[in-house]
């Protein structure tokens, strides 16, 4: 998925900040593996609802590109967001889970307030992004 969304980053009008928004593994979710062969994607409590609705539009963009180029099939067999389940249970993030650097509005203002002054220096969140502004580019 970390390749899909840099991949369709790469194609879009966005500045350079903004392209790397997904260049560390951390930034995307897990995805676990349950008998019989189910998918399950795990949320990361950490992730502002702006960020994931984010990183949700930019999979549909995939998808529909593949979509159109490859065909569903395609789509079904080797895309692995259109093949995953969002989970009923989150893990709880580690700090060190976390990646630094961030806009200050990819990370959730719950997650946020159960850092220590410390901890948010370390996160060192950089300037909020309009992630509304940026879904209306294609």
Known sequence: ILQHRQETLSTLPFNPNTKSLFDNIKAT???EINP???????????RSPEFSKFAQELDQIFIQKKT???GRQFVHDFVLEARRQTSTTSPPAGFKEVPRNLPLNCYSLEYLSTLSESQRNLLNPTDTIN?????TVR
């Open 29 to 31: 979710s897990e995805t």
């Open 36 to 46: 019989p062969c189910s998918l399950f994607k795990i949320p990361l409590l950490w």
């Open 68 to 70: 159109s180029t490859k």
């Open 131 to 135: 992630f509304s502004e940026l879904l």
